[in-house]
């Protein structure tokens, strides 16, 4: 079979999508077609026929469909892929198709509309100027890093008497809720444990809860948040009816040698202070370095403005959506709500998507544009590091990642890192010490 030719017109879409239009010549499929008629004769097997003398107009009475399908998928496949290689675009996904069949005698006519990696010229990602906070852990963090370790030892006594429920009292409920009149079970619990002024059940519920007494039933009108992840729920107002089964507070334990014994590893309270500041140190770093690193992405998306393929934020999309899925049901959520929840939370994910995709790229077009690369070394360096973190030994380590395909991912992660530290290292760096309230305040919100 000779070279096919085919007339093509490239469009521009956008910046990171293009539209090629093709016009094969009928000669060209026609000789296709012919080609694949040949082979579909030499093994049909057709009554009053022998094999490889089957005539034509048979042949196309028996398989013409298929044989036309395959000289289109043939056509499509030899003509994009020429000219994507001739003409040098980065396709990044499979390419959308558009063609109407083919026609005996007329010329084949079809669409690709395909997405394409983003072509930028970075500019300004040396001599950024950026804020790193210094590290500061005071005995006042030390304190109430110690209470709330004593709150997850506190238990719950129950209160005897005729007091009515007040702000900071565990409430323990039955309670069902109805929509427009009908009840619905995702709205209905019992014996649940809800702490009054936790701001963890529906905004207006827990305040009208206060001053209810054991036994008493009551019914409560709430109007769901317009975010709410159930659609059909959210904005709405439901009516429950609850039952306050018992009344408990909580007791915290003393910080002293009895307490202690929860703990195997330390023989004394400076023993888990130390270990308390140790932890703090940590967690504070891990922050710094995300602060630091969501401060480079700010810069470097203000210098360069650029799309990406939808593709890859689906992608991302797609990651976020399993990952809240797979955090609820390990919270105890059913998985299908779960999945309904997750799904629900999709359009909110995008912008927070396309941010990830677009520093990922920066960050992989820096580390190449800079020569940077991760070596065997480093990769069983952070293997190393993550055994030693969660106690268990290299080989294990590794076992898990070959046998989770996770290496890919745990390269593209290093090559990130590597490509923030050149960043970093290259920045203006201004070192700040931020106040205790001003943290609070940002974690509050």
Known sequence: MGDMVAEVKIEDVSSVKKKLSFEVLWADVK?????????????????????????????????????????????????????????????????????????????????????????????????????????SITKTDIEERLNKIRQMYATLKDIEGDRAL???????????????????????????????????????????????????????????????????????????????K???????????????KNFEKFESLEDLKKDVEKSLEEEGEAKIKADLRNAMIDKLLENNEFEVPPSWVEEQVYTMMLKARQQMVQNGMPDEQASEISYNLREGFNDQATRIVKASFIFHEIAEKESIEVTGKDIEDRLNALALRYGQDYESVKRVYESNNAEDRLKEELLEQ???????????????????KKKKEKGEK
């Open 418 to 436: 590597k490509a923030v530290d050149f960043i970093e290292e290259k920045a203006s760096m201004t070192l700040v010490k931020k106040s205790r």
């Open 166 to 244: 007040a702000n900071d009292d565990f409430a323990v409920i039955d309670f069902e809720g109805k929509l427009d009149g009908e009840a619905r079970k995702e709205l209905a619990s019992e014996d649940y444990t809800l702490q009054i002024g936790s701001q963890s059940f529906v905004p207006g519920f827990e305040e009208q809860l206060v001053g209810m007494k054991k036994e008493e039933s009551k019914d409560i009108r709430v109007t769901f948040p317009e975010d709410y992840a159930t659609k059909d729920i959210a904005g709405k107002e439901v009516l429950f009816s609850v039952t306050l």
């Open 246 to 260: 018992s009344i408990r507070e909580k007791l915290l334990p003393e910080l002293d040698e009895e307490f202690l």
């Open 31 to 135: 000789e296709e077609l012919d080609a694949i008629y040949r082979t579909v004769g030499k093994k049909a097997k057709i009554k009053g026929f022998r094999p490889g003398k089957v005539p034509r107009n048979v042949l196309e009475t028996h398989y013409k469909e298929q044989a036309e399908e395959d000289a289109i998928s043939n056509l499509i496949t030899k003509h994009y892929a020429e000219v994507v290689e001739n003409n040098n675009i980065l396709a990044v996904a499979q390419p959308a198709i558009d063609q109407k069949g083919i026609t005996t005698g007329e010329n084949f006519i079809f669409t690709a509309t395909v997405e394409t990696r983003p072509v930028i010229d970075l500019k300004g990602y040396t001599e950024l100027e950026l804020e790193k906070e210094k590290l």
